[in-house]
């Protein structure tokens, strides 16, 4: 946090100025371009973006409200956490996607979660097919039209990870600064793991913030596998790491 918004937040909670306020917001709105801007692709077919910017510009004043210094959290990590989460929840709540494929996709987690426990491994594309009794080629056409719902359940998985975001005894703190230690670990080795185009596909996207149309032309392939591919490596990011997020959450 730089000093200027430190100072600025230190004179809203003795003032509650209006015009602190939303110099606070203008000064912050990075933050919530961030975070719309990361999770562009499970929108971007469906709804507007001064929508979501909205949704996450509430969102940042709400943080502005609540935080606490005292907490330990610094405010860009507490209000991106905000952001986040409300932008989640409002796409979430639009319903944007038909129900025969919020359906395909959670059928698709499931047959994915029980190979992966069978095999110890991630699932290929053959024994998915197999196990849902699809045809290959029907379940890639699936798999890419349900990208923007994978996603957002891995989105949610993620968000759950939120140990910053409440009180924690000395005690608290310190496991919950080794429990997202050892999630960095697994995230940074889940990726490793992945397939080469997977992994590519998963850098571009989380790392670059590039959209499927952006990333189908830096490999070189259609929208259309860049959908299947990020749905495939979701899945695969969210079997490795289900355990250790819902562990760390006492779940």
Known sequence: MDNSTAALLLEYMNSRSEAVRNELVLKNLSLVRGCA??????????????????????????????????????????????????????????DWIPRSVRKFARDLDNANSSLYNQYNRMPTTAELSEYMDIPEDKLLRSMAEASSTVTLSFEELLYEDNFEDHPASAGEATDAALMRSECRRVIAEAIDSLKEKERQVITLYYYKNMKYSDIAKALGVSESRVCQINTKATLALKAMLEPYIKGGNGS
């Open 37 to 94: 801007l990361s999770l562009r692709n499970m929108y971007i077919k469906f709804g507007d973006v001064d929508d979501v910017v909205n949704e996450g510009v509430i969102a940042l004043m709400d943080a502005i409200e609540s935080y606490d210094p005292d907490k330990g959290a610094k405010f860009e990590t507490y209000a991106t956490l905000k952001i986040r989460g409300a932008i989640i929840d409002y796409i979430r709540r639009q």
